[in-house]
């Protein structure tokens, strides 16, 4: 299949798009530097289109071309919320996806996929309830942008476009992300609980995802909303102890105290002392099978030869 892809040189966008030419795919990475990348002669299996997704301009020309278009675009949220950070969050999701939808508007082939990115904190804070793709969405900050972001993508089904939206939990890889920020601390030492340590933890690893994404492309009878994370999320604390243990690291040190936490990131440390407990619901009546559903299968197989991992 020739699929496009924005996002595609982040931290799951590069896992993804190495899978996806292994299969013998050829896929469009859409980039704002094109020129800084190798010249393309022939068909290759990856080529890269220069744009701004949050512009519209002639990229967008080459978006129905294609049969699939995976949408991982959004600057990182691990950051402190100020209003220039907000927006950037806002607009680097809702702006790229009405772009792309845009591009779709009466042009797109019969049988064209999106899959575009969303996030568990679509559901807000619910302490200790379980919660799945039925469930409505929160009114917090991330909840608001993701009700944005999904819906700008569920305008495409009016052009024929099966949509597939997938709220990704906290992805688990080696290359970067979540492990990124952690790791360095837990190698030193410094690894402890964030607050009460109560708060759930929705993940998913690297592996998994890439055999999602692959996975609803070819599942034809599945559209709308998808959770995006392990059978097993788990608590905190329980993260905590597993990843001093795949490290081979004390977790003595007492729980940073939530004040503290909100104290250096702001706003954001409320979604890190709080959370939400996800479960794959629609996946797993869908047949899909998860590679890691416990938080130490994963740890153990992803730190085993993990090296030099930079946060993201």
Not at 128 to 133: A, K, N, V, Y
Not at 147 to 159: D, H, I, L, V
Not at 182 to 196: A, E, H, Y
Not at 217 to 240: H, I, Q, Y
């Amino acid at each position: 299949m020739k699929i496009f892809m924005t996002g595609g040189t982040g931290f799951v966008g590069t896992t993804l798009t190495q899978h996806l030419i292994e299969k013998g795919h050829q896929v469009t990475i859409l980039t704002r530097k094109a020129s800084s990348k190798p010249e393309q002669s022939g068909v290759e299996p990856i080529s890269y289109l220069e744009g701004d997704p949050t512009l519209p301009g002639a990229w967008q020309e080459r978006v129905p071309q294609h049969d699939v278009i995976v949408n991982l675009a959004g600057a990182s949220i691990f950051r402190k919320w100020d209003r220039k950070a907000k927006e950037l969050i806002r607009d680097s999701r809702v702006k790229t996806t009405t772009h792309l939808v845009e591009a779709l508007s009466g042009q797109a082939k019969n049988g064209t996929i999106l899959i575009s990115t969303s996030a568990v904190g679509y559901y807000g804070f619910h302490g200790d309830e379980e919660l799945d793709e039925d469930n409505p969405a929160g009114d917090d900050f991330l909840a608001s942008v993701t009700r944005e972001w999904e819906a700008s993508a569920g305008r495409a089904q009016a052009f024929g476009v099966r949509v597939v939206i997938c709220r990704l939990g906290i992805v688990l890889g080696r290359s970067g992300g979540a492990l990124g920020e952690m790791v360095p601390l837990f190698q030193k030492g410094l690894g402890s609980p964030l607050g009460s340590g109560n708060q759930w933890f929705s993940w998913i690893h690297e592996t998994d995802l890439v055999d999602i994404y692959l996975f609803l492309m070819t599942k034809n009878d599945l559209s709308g909303p998808v959770n995006c994370t392990a059978p097993g999320p788990v608590r905190n604390r329980d993260l905590t102890q597993a990843l001093g243990k795949a490290l081979g690291k004390p977790t003595l040190l007492p729980a940073v105290p939530g004040f503290v936490v909100k104290m250096i990131k702001g706003e954001f440390g409320s979604m890190l002392l709080e959370g939400q407990r996800v479960l794959p619901k629609r996946l797993l009546s869908s047949g899909f099978d998860f590679h890691f559903s416990d938080i130490d299968t994963a740890l153990k197989n992803l730190l085993g030869g993990l090296k030099g991992l930079k946060g993201r």
